[in-house]
Structures are given as structure tokens and as C-alpha cells.
């Protein structure tokens, strides 16, 4: 199986330069997992005192080393840490081959870093039902230790990647207490994306000092602003990991911190649009505002009926502002909705109001709003104060090429 070359049109122009997280190495290796010619394993080694929080699928068919993850998640803090990530191979539902694969894979790490096996997190991701060659991975552990680096963030990235087009990383510094904290991370989605949990693999680093609990309470909380407003396809994966690591190196505790906990939430919406921007045969990168809900959670019920419509997402691949399919997706969501008291915009453009289309409105503006790239739909239900925002993208027949073919 090869990997996805035709790069997403709605890529960022390159990977950004994130800096380096003091506390944390990276390393990668090509083992031959699935794919030829590229790299396929990542390998994160974290030091002593690193907090470790993680969110995950809520699949009933959750994989092997999801369940491995959530079993260790909690733990005490005071050993170092280590994160194997590969990808062309999701490790689910295999069975108990599945669970060998997770201890094979976590003992070989343990033994070639000295990191704890009940600090050792593992994730797989790729074809569902075949299993993992975790010997290729073990054969190559000694590799990737002696590869050990502060500044292979980027070539991690570049790793995990499955049908990504692109590599996708994000950061930012902000100042607490006099002192300087670092924010990096990077991600991997492109397809079977929608929120239940993230979707996908994510990976976030932190030199700040914060107890794990604190910091678990703090992703899930952001968890569910960012990464559980996107939808691609609205498949939810067996395999959705998000780990947040605090190595603490920076000594700049931010407990209770707003301005650390914005700043997390600006790393988590730039890697989460950046899933959404490289959906598997994507063109438009589209933002759901509905307001005038009777309550937030109303509202987000709207915005992911829309978002998660086919025929919407079809008639924004078209171009065609069929403002009529905005509607029923509203009228399907099962959230409270007033037919006389909606309106829909395309972005500036007010397209209906009062159960009926706008007096001002005309076909031919709307028509070229929905030739651009990046696209809003709003919606004010009438109602009440619930608002809600949600991030997806456009429904062409590349989606149709990319998964038809993704086995072969």
C-alpha cells in the first residue's frame, strides 16, 4: 500500500517550526509495517515526573492498544516514559493476537530504554483486521534509541501519517509566572473522523509543571471544544488517541492557569482544522456556526447534522448553494427547531429567514461565495442563547477513490 502523494489543496504551506519540549525525545524508523520507502514507528521517550493525561474512543470495538492506554492512564509519575506509535496497521480486532501485540511491543521498549512497561503507551493505526508484525517494530527498537533526538518533532509527525497528505504540527509559548511555557504537538487524521473522542492520533507536548489529574480534567474539558467539533465522514475510529504530556522542565507551574489552559486549546483547534483540512478528498474547508439554540448541546446537535450531512457536503463539492438541504438537515437533527423562527447565511449572504428565502437574497452571490475555499454556514435557530461551532469539509468522489482502494 502506498501512501497518499497528491498533497490536501487546503494544506497549510509547510510544517511549522515548533520548538523543542524540553524532557522529551523523538526518534523514527521505517520497519516495513505496511508501508514501503517511508517511515512507519515513532518512538517518544519522556523524563522522570512527566504527567500523562489522555482522552480515547469510545468505539465499542475499541483496539488492543486503546485499551492498553486506558489501563495506564492515572499512574504514578515518578519513572520516565515512552510513547510507540506505528502506522499502516490499526491493531483491531484481532483478538487476543491484538493484546500479544501490546505486550510484545511494550516489554521490547521497556527493555531498550528503561522506562517502566507501565509507562510505555503504544498506539497502531491503519487497516482494521489484520495483524500487527510486531517483530519488524522490535527489530527495530535499538534503532530508534540510538536515534533519540530533542528536535525529531517534525519527522514524528511524518511517521503516523496514514492516507494524510500532509504532516500536521502546531504551537505556541505563553508567559506564566515569569516564565516561559512551551506548547507542541502534532497529529495524524484524514479519514473515519468524527467526534467521539478525537478521531485520530494526537500527540501534545508541554515543559509546564501540572499534576496529572489537573491535567487530564483540563484536556477533556478542551477535548470537547476542539477536536469532538470536527467530523470528516462521521466514522468514529477504533483506534482515537489524544496524549497530553507535561515533563514540568520549564518549573512553571500552572495550576488553575486560564492563560495555560487558552493556550492548549489554541495547539488542540490548530491540529484539529488541520485534520479537517486534509479530509480524505476534501476542497473546502467548512465552519457550522449555529446560535439562537435553546441550549449549547442543541446547538452542536444542529451543527453536526449539518456537517455530517452527505448531501450537503455534496452540494458544497458542487458549489451550489442549496440552502434547502441546510434546512433539512435541521429539521432531522432531533434538537428543538422552529421552521418560521430559523435563518441560514452563507457567509455574509443572508440566505433565508422566517421560514422562507430572504427578500434581498439572490442566487447568483451565494453561487460565487461557495466557489471559495474556505466557507461558513451559519444558522440562528431563534430560539434561545445555545451556540455552537463545528469544523468539517467538503464530500467528493475523491473520498470515494481513496477508500475503495485503501486495502490494495
Request: hydrophobic letters at 40%; a negative charge; charged letters at 20%.
Given at each position: ?49 512527566t504527567s500523562i493525561a489522555g482522552v480515547f474512543t469510545r468505539s465499542a470495538t475499541r483496539a488492543a492498544p486503546v ?181 514540568g522542565a520549564s518549573g512553571a507551574d500552572v495550576t488553575g492557569s486560564a492563560e495555560f489552559a487558552q493556550a492548549l ?20 474547508f467548512v465552519e457550522v456556526r449555529v446560535t439562537g439554540a435553546v441550549s449549547d448541546g442543541d446547538a452542536k446537535v ?107
Amino acid at each position: 500500500m502506498a501512501a497518499i502523494t497528491k498533497v490536501s489543496p487546503l494544506a497549510p504551506a509547510g510544517f511549522p517550526e515548533l520548538p523543542s519540549i524540553d524532557g522529551v525525545r523523538f526518534a523514527t524508523v521505517e520497519a516495513g509495517v505496511r508501508y514501503r520507502g517511508r517511515t512507519d514507528v515513532m518512538l517518544a521517550v519522556l523524563d522522570p515526573g512527566t504527567s500523562i493525561a489522555g482522552v480515547f474512543t469510545r468505539s465499542a470495538t475499541r483496539a488492543a492498544p486503546v485499551l492498553d492506554c486506558q489501563e495506564k492512564i492515572g499512574g504514578a509519575n515518578d519513572k520516565p516514559a515512552a510513547i510507540l506509535v506505528n502506522s499502516g496497521n490499526a491493531n483491531a480486532f484481532t483478538g487476543q493476537y491484538g493484546q500479544t501485540s501490546v505486550t510484545e511491543l511494550t516489554q521490547a521498549v521497556a527493555k531498550a530504554t528503561g522506562v517502566p512497561i507501565e509507562r510505555v503507551f503504544t498506539s497502531s493505526t491503519g487497516v482494521i483486521g489484520e495483524p500487527l508484525p510486531h517483530d519488524r517494530i522490535v527489530s527495530k527498537l535499538e534503532a530508534l534509541k540510538s536515534r533519540l533526538s530533542r528536535h525529531a518533532i517534525e519527522d514524528a509527525a511524518r511517521a503516523i501519517m496514514t492516507t494524510d497528505t500532509f504532516p500536521k504540527g502546531a504551537s505556541t509559548k505563553v508567559e506564566i509566572g515569569g516564565k516561559t511555557v512551551s506548547i507542541a504537538g502534532i497529529a495524524k487524521g484524514s479519514g473515519m473522523i468524527a467526534p467521539d473522542m478525537a478521531t485520530m492520533l494526537v500527540y501534545i507536548f508541554t515543559d509546564a509543571v501540572v499534576k496529572q489529574s489537573e491535567l487530564q480534567s483540563l484536556l477533556s474539558t478542551q477535548t470537547d471544544r476542539t477536536f469532538n467539533c470536527i467530523t470528516v465522514d462521521s466514522d468514529t475510529s477504533t483506534s482515537d488517541t489524544l496524549l497530553l504530556c507535561a515533563t514540568g522542565a520549564s518549573g512553571a507551574d500552572v495550576t488553575g492557569s486560564a492563560e495555560f489552559a487558552q493556550a492548549l486549546e489554541t495547539v488542540m483547534l490548530d491540529l484539529a482544522q488541520q485534520v479537517v483540512r486534509d479530509g480524505e478528498g476534501a476542497t473546502k474547508f467548512v465552519e457550522v456556526r449555529v446560535t439562537g439554540a435553546v441550549s449549547d448541546g442543541d446547538a452542536k446537535v444542529h451543527g453536526s447534522a449539518i456537517a455530517n450531512s452527505p448531501l450537503v457536503k455534496t452540494a458544497i463539492a458542487g458549489e451550489d448553494p442549496n440552502w434547502g438541504r441546510v434546512v433539512m438537515a435541521i429539521g432531522k437533527s432531533g434538537a428543538a427547531a422552529d421552521r418560521d423562527k430559523l435563518s441560514i447565511s452563507f457567509g455574509d449572504i443572508l440566505v433565508a429567514e422566517n421560514g422562507w428565502v430572504s427578500p434581498g437574497y439572490r442566487e447568483e452571490d451565494a453561487a460565487d461565495y461557495m466557489k471559495g475555499q474556505d466557507l461558513v454556514i451559519a444558522v440562528d435557530l431563534g430560539l434561545g442563547d445555545g451556540a455552537s461551532t463545528v469544523w468539517t469539509c467538503d464530500l467528493t468522489h475523491g473520498y470515494i477513490e481513496i477508500n475503495a482502494d485503501y486495502r490494495s
